[in-house]
């Protein structure tokens, strides 16, 4: 019988801080596939700045998928690393793909302010600079201190 392709936003901005995702999707999987839902498309999994009260969009460590204790919590909004993984598994078991939201150009929270230059620019024409460049202090330096290093 021929498949008609649905993609189900398996979140929505107002989820609950729980971190309940991952788990309540690998419970959804088989019943969504009996909808005829034949994939999903998941928030950014990533820890954000805001810790579990972030959706995703305000990036700190993309490497973090809920692993490491930075910014008051192990998990995500959503979940753990391993939730995510088997949610991921359960899906794929169901014949559901998945779809995983990701947000390369944002990055929030920095560790540490650092001194750079910068040139003031007027803010109804960015291509006319109103100053040099003059040092100042800004939130881009991140070192992630409480993140183990993985040993390869």
Known sequence: MARNNTMMQYFEWYLPSDSTLWGKITKDAKHLESLGITSVWLPPA???S????DVGYSVYDLYDLGEFNQKGTIPTKYGTKEEYINAIRVLRENNVKVLADIVLNHKMGADEAEEVLAIEDDANDRNVSLSSAIPIKAWTKYNFPRK???LF
């Open 46 to 48: 990533y820890k954000g």
């Open 50 to 53: 805001a810790g579990t009260n």
């Open 148 to 150: 183990r290093r993985y």
